[in-house]
């Protein structure tokens, strides 16, 4: 099976600062694996590194058989990265913004529609704009951007933060579709009893670090209340998981007007 992602001693700097520390990792062609680890871990990082946001000091990093040392940009419109904030344009329609910024990864809106409809973003809701939205609603039209766009590698930095008990059986349906369809998914999360059972394997994070990886099953059984022969939530696992890429992730650039965009 072929490798999405490879990563050796992948070390990154924020500021001066090791994000990530040598960090070992892989995810093959249509997996799902799980990042676990407390705040600070380096989750956030390694899915920048992937993203081809954060670049590397040392190391290996290899995503989707392009070297990121050597350009790192031209990942992007293959990846599809969903952070913690979700930035959209406020004076945009929610129909509006998945038009644009699937238009601006490269990719069909022949899935638009559809993508905006299993996410209960039509009618009214789809000609709101999205400065009224709450969090979880702009969460809804950033996973509907990726469903729209079908990445080959879907980087989910707390996916399910804001979303109602609807919204996360749909996200762990798309996500297992995702994987189905040949697409891999590397998921960072502090829930692990809604994470771990979309996964194929967890890896633990620490101090920058991969310091074990292990079938998702007996993460399962390890970590998660009421798993049998769980030992519940641990001191150390307890806190898990182009230009579509970044508006996901950053701020947008200034809208000139309702058709588009400035780019600097």
């Known amino acids: 099976m072929s490798r999405a992602v490879l990563l050796r001693d992948a070390v990154a700097l924020v500021g001066r600062f090791p994000a990530l520390a040598g960090a070992d990792l892989t995810v093959d062609r249509g997996e799902v694996v799980v990042l676990a680890g407390p705040n600070g871990a380096g989750k956030t990082s390694l899915l920048r590194v992937c993203a081809g946001l954060l670049a590397l000091s040392r190391g290996e990093a290899v995503v ?36 644009f910024f699937v238009r601006a990864s490269g990719a069909s809106e022949v899935r638009v529609g559809q993508a905006l409809e299993r996410f209960g973003l039509v009618g009214r809701l789809a000609r709101t704009p999205a400065g009224r939205l709450s969090a979880g609603q702009r969460r809804r039209v950033a996973l509907a951007v990726l469903a729209a766009r079908r990445p080959e590698l879907w980087l989910l930095d707390e996916p399910h933060a804001g979303l109602d008990a609807g919204a996360r059986s749909l996200l762990a349906e798309t996500v297992g579709e995702a994987a189905a369809e040949g697409s891999s998914v590397l998921l960072a999360s502090h829930e692990l009893a809604v994470s771990v059972p979309l996964a194929h394997r967890v890896a633990q994070m620490a101090g920058g670090r991969v310091v074990d990886v292990s079938p998702a099953a007996r993460a399962v059984t390890e970590s998660v209340p009421g798993a049998a022969g769980g030992r519940g939530p641990q001191a150390d696992c307890g806190k898990v998981p182009g230009a ?18 400035h780019v600097a």
């Open 244 to 261: 579509a890429l970044e508006v996901l992730s950053s701020p947008p650039p200034p809208v000139s007007d309702r058709g588009g965009a």
């Open 64 to 99: 989707l058989g392009r070297d990121l040392r050597g350009d790192a940009s031209s990942v992007r419109r293959h990846v599809g990265m969903l952070g913690h904030a979700v930035a959209l344009y406020d004076d945009l329609t929610v129909a509006e913004n998945a038009r």
